[in-house]
């Protein structure tokens, strides 16, 4: 079997509980893994493994997720505007602007999933330089989203009368900005500059 055809095999594998366990994916705790993607290339056989488990970790724990979030953030948003309307702390604007990032962080998404990790899957390639740097350019575009929600929400922080949903709304755009964060985190300091210098 040549080379390309066993990194292949291995992204066709399901992340099982021995490649989990061979990374410590707890976000605090990520360093052993940088340190092993920078010292290895990408065609190494084990760093496409590494790799591949990283990128199942980031497609279940936040691709997955922030599209369960970002639903669920809109409606509680339009319930808040709608009922706290005549409230000057009301935060205005909030469910348009949160439908404006879910739409375009699921096509900042579908493009990773579709074209990006597929090309890492396969040890990088010609093409995976550009397709990071449009990728990151995105991912300053959704920095400044955040901006923008945390001054909506005032810093997520409700008024002191403020409903429950009002309380619940707050709770999930923090979570959101937090996961959000974390999430293109691992992939720009960790996963993309594996990749970065693979040509
Ligand atoms: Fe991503
Ligand atoms: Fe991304």
């Known amino acids: ?10 992204s066709r594998t399901p992340a099982g509980p021995d490649s989990a366990a061979r990374f410590i994916l707890d ?4 360093s052993a893994i940088e340190a092993y993607l920078v010292l290895h290339a990408p065609g190494d056989t084990e760093a496409a493994q590494q790799a591949g ?6 497609l279940t724990r936040y691709h997955q997720v922030h ?5 669920q953030a809109i409606a509680l948003a339009r319930k808040v505007e709608a009922v706290h309307v005549a409230d000057a702390e009301c935060p205005d604007g909030l469910a348009d602007h949160l439908a404006l990032m879910a739409d375009e962080l699921a096509g900042h998404q579908r493009k990773e999933e579709m074209a990006l990790f597929p090309m890492m899957r396969h040890g990088g390639g010609p093409m ?9 350019a995105e ?5 400044e ?13 409700p008024p002191q009368e403020a409903c429950r949903t009002w309380r619940a709304l707050d709770q999930l ?11 293109m985190r691992l992939e720009d300091a960790i996963l993309f500059p594996h990749f970065a210098g693979a040509l």
């Open 1 to 10: 079997m040549t080379e390309n055809a066993q990194i292949s095999a291995l």
């Open 27 to 30: 976000p605090a705790d990520t």
């Open 53 to 58: 488990a990283l990128i199942d970790h980031i």
């Open 67 to 71: 599209m369960e979030d970002f639903p």
């Open 128 to 136: 995976v330089r550009i397709a990071i740097a449009r990728m990151q």
């Open 139 to 143: 991912h300053r575009d959704v920095v």
């Open 145 to 157: 989203q955040l901006t923008r929600l945390a001054v909506i929400t005032k810093d997520f922080t």
């Open 173 to 183: 755009c923090r979570k959101i900005d937090r996961e959000l964060r974390e999430h």
